[in-house]
């Protein structure tokens, strides 16, 4: 949680475009140069909770065509604090962890989440084998290692990707038996 996070303050934007990057393996685009601050505050002085700050931000057309893929996914995890700790209210007042995908997809908090996760679990599997494929081979992932990881893929998909299977095949893969010591 810390990771997606500003100091004293959770990021619906940082937790949204981790589960993309790590989860779905859907990487947004970078954001544009010059992103103005979020307002923390109204125009009257109160203080806005996250998903108001966030919300008040992509009411900017130019911004909301990336933070609407971004923001509904860390949105459902709002009601974790910066270190992972359950809370009702954000400072400036109650949790909505309410989300809506750009599909029309709609769920509410970790839970939602998951059965979310759940629902894509193809893309979830995909992401889980090439993070794993990542690790195993110690480097970043290319084109020539797609067909292995459909071919896991594949091969896992009958068992619902049972993690141990997921590994045994990840070891019996071409590119990690074929792979070659790097010279540090």
């Avoid at 954000?90 to 979310?116: H, V």
Wanted: charged letters at 25%; glycine letters at 6%.
């Amino acid at each position: 949680m810390l990771l997606t996070s500003h100091g004293t303050r959770t990021s619906p934007v940082l937790r949204g475009k981790w589960i993309l990057d790590n989860l779905l393996n859907s990487p947004p685009a970078p954001p544009p140069a010059n992103v103005p601050p979020l307002e923390e505050n109204s125009k009257d002085g109160k203080k806005l909770t996250a998903r108001e700050q966030v919300e008040k931000h992509r009411a900017n057309p130019t911004c909301a065509s990336c933070h609407n893929r971004i923001d509904p996914l860390g949105f459902s995890m709002e009601n974790y604090d910066v270190i992972g700790r359950w809370r009702d209210k954000d400072d400036g007042g109650p949790i909505n962890a309410s989300a809506k995908l750009i599909s029309g997809t709609e769920f509410t908090g970790p839970q939602g989440l998951k059965n979310m996760l759940l629902a894509r679990s193809d893309e979830f599997a995909n992401a889980t084998i090439s993070r794993l494929m990542t690790y195993a081979l110690r480097r970043e992932l290319d084109a020539r290692d797609q067909p292995a990881v459909r071919d896991i893929m594949r091969q896992t998909e009958a068992n619902e990707y049972r993690f141990h299977d997921v590994i045994l095949a990840v070891v019996k893969s071409v590119p990690f038996q074929m792979r070659q010591k790097q010279d540090h």
